[in-house]
């Protein structure tokens, strides 16, 4: 049986027997996988470091037929600085089981697999605002799965939005004033607006380098929730956990 070599992510890690894991991988190149890390629970483990929460690491493993059964892992980033704050802790945890339950076993997503190790590096490693840093990460999730294609053209007539945005999640996005007023919506701020703009008309950690006010924040959280609960599935553990260290 060969050995395949791959770099993922851990979404989620469940118990495997008395000592083992097993761990739902976002694996680059080959998508969501599951991988079993027998006597990972062990702190004296090879496995122990690598098959933690949010750590990226490179495995070596052999396929079943529904599975992986690790060989050896090595920890390539352990977003380490998420397990020391709460409020960092909560957003990860959101935004890592948003993924987990909107992305298809085996679906390979590189470009969405880049903006996650992006948010959580900025979520973990900088000063950046966790609230901002999580929204621009479901923005641009929302956009790379083809529900929230534009915000500077109406998703209903697709002429250019000039003079303000009227938000509805069962339309696609933002629309145009006429039919905004046809369908229905809450106006934009002009803040939530042009950030919904920046956020998908950018890549990278680009992204991740503006501001906003607490109105702003309190919009977007308002939208992108309306819009994750249309076309996705709600993350609802996390989100309780979110909720209770608001």
């Given at each position: 049986m060969s050995i395949e070599k791959f770099d993922g992510i851990v979404l989620k890690e469940t118990e495997l027997g008395e000592t083992g894991k097993r761990l739902t991988v976002f694996a680059k190149d080959i998508g969501k996988i599951t991988v079993s890390a027998k006597g990972a629970k062990s702190a004296k483990s090879r496995f122990s470091a690598p098959s933690q929460l949010f750590c990226y690491s490179s495995f070596s493993a052999y396929k079943n037929k529904n599975f992986y059964n690790a060989v050896t892992a090595e920890v390539i980033e352990s977003f380490y600085e998420i397990r020391t704050d709460i409020k960092k802790l909560a957003y990860a945890c959101f935004i890592t089981e948003l993924t987990d339950k909107n992305l298809m076993e085996g679906q390979s997503a590189d470009e969405l697999l880049k903006l996650f190790l992006t948010a959580l590096?900025?979520?973990?490693?900088?000063?950046?605002?966790?609230?901002?840093?999580?929204?621009?990460?479901?923005?641009?999730?929302?956009?790379?799965?083809?529900?929230?294609?534009?915000?500077?053209k109406c998703a209903e007539c697709g002429i250019e939005i000039t003079d303000e945005g009227i938000f509805n999640a069962s339309k696609g996005g933002v629309l145009c004033r006429d039919c905004g007023t046809l369908c229905g919506g809450e106006k934009l701020l002009v803040g939530t607006l042009s950030a919904f703009e920046y956020i998908l008309l950018s890549k990278g950690k680009k992204m991740f380098s503006f501001r906003v006010s607490e109105e702003v924040l309190f919009q977007m959280e308002k939208c992108l929730g309306e819009m994750?609960?249309?076309?996705?599935?709600?993350?609802?553990?996390?989100?309780?956990?979110?909720?209770?260290?608001?």
């Amino acid at each position: 049986m060969s050995i395949e070599k791959f770099d993922g992510i851990v979404l989620k890690e469940t118990e495997l027997g008395e000592t083992g894991k097993r761990l739902t991988v976002f694996a680059k190149d080959i998508g969501k996988i599951t991988v079993s890390a027998k006597g990972a629970k062990s702190a004296k483990s090879r496995f122990s470091a690598p098959s933690q929460l949010f750590c990226y690491s490179s495995f070596s493993a052999y396929k079943n037929k529904n599975f992986y059964n690790a060989v050896t892992a090595e920890v390539i980033e352990s977003f380490y600085e998420i397990r020391t704050d709460i409020k960092k802790l909560a957003y990860a945890c959101f935004i890592t089981e948003l993924t987990d339950k909107n992305l298809m076993e085996g679906q390979s997503a590189d470009e969405l697999l880049k903006l996650f190790l992006t948010a959580l590096a900025v979520i973990s490693k900088t000063d950046y605002d966790e609230r901002l840093a999580a929204l621009v990460f479901e923005t641009k999730f929302l956009n790379l799965s083809g529900y929230f294609a534009q915000a500077d053209k109406c998703a209903e007539c697709g002429i250019e939005i000039t003079d303000e945005g009227i938000f509805n999640a069962s339309k696609g996005g933002v629309l145009c004033r006429d039919c905004g007023t046809l369908c229905g919506g809450e106006k934009l701020l002009v803040g939530t607006l042009s950030a919904f703009e920046y956020i998908l008309l950018s890549k990278g950690k680009k992204m991740f380098s503006f501001r906003v006010s607490e109105e702003v924040l309190f919009q977007m959280e308002k939208c992108l929730g309306e819009m994750i609960r249309e076309y996705m599935v709600m993350p609802e553990n996390s989100a309780g956990f979110l909720k209770s260290v608001k």
